[in-house]
Nanobody, 126 residues
Framework: EVQLVESGGGLVQAGGSLRLSCATSGFSFNDYAITWFRQAPGKEREGIACIKNSEDRTYYADSVKGRFTISSDGAKNTVWLQMNSLKPEDTAVYYC???????????????????WGQGTQVTVSS
């Protein structure tokens, strides 16, 4: 059974930091790309950071570039999202999603991802 389990969300003041984790199981981690998406109330789910495992390739949305860092550990089958300099507009539910690297064309296209976690809430107060 495939599982993606996010953790690490919470309430933080603007300018603060959080580190999200996405623990995975049930698929060949090193053959997959893992992406963090987020969805704010009333907005569409958007991809913000992607890592293609075993290729050391990362992609970032402009909205988080320079503030967020995605990383992974194949031995732990886990992906992290280090979020620094948080802003109120970063408030959202954060999801991790997975797809085989062989099938990934657009890293931030939701339709390409077949496995999703349940999400973790991040709230940034001003």
């Amino acid at each position: 059974e495939v599982q993606l389990v996010e953790s690490g969300g919470g309430l933080v003041q603007a300018g603060g930091s959080l580190r999200l984790s996405c623990a995975t199981s049930g698929f060949s981690f090193n053959d997959y790309a893992i992406t963090w998406f987020r969805q704010a109330p009333g907005k569409e789910r958007e991809g913000i950071a992607c890592i293609k495992n075993s290729e050391d390739r990362t992609y970032y949305a402009d909205s988080v570039k320079g503030r967020f860092t995605i990383s992974s550990d194949g031995a732990k089958n886990t992906v992290w999202l280090q979020m620094n300099s948080l802003k109120p507009e970063d408030t959202a539910v954060y999801y991790c999603a997975a797809v085989s690297r062989a099938f990934l064309i657009w890293p931030f296209s939701r339709d390409e991802y077949i496995y999703w976690g349940q999400g973790t809430q991040v709230t940034v107060s001003s």
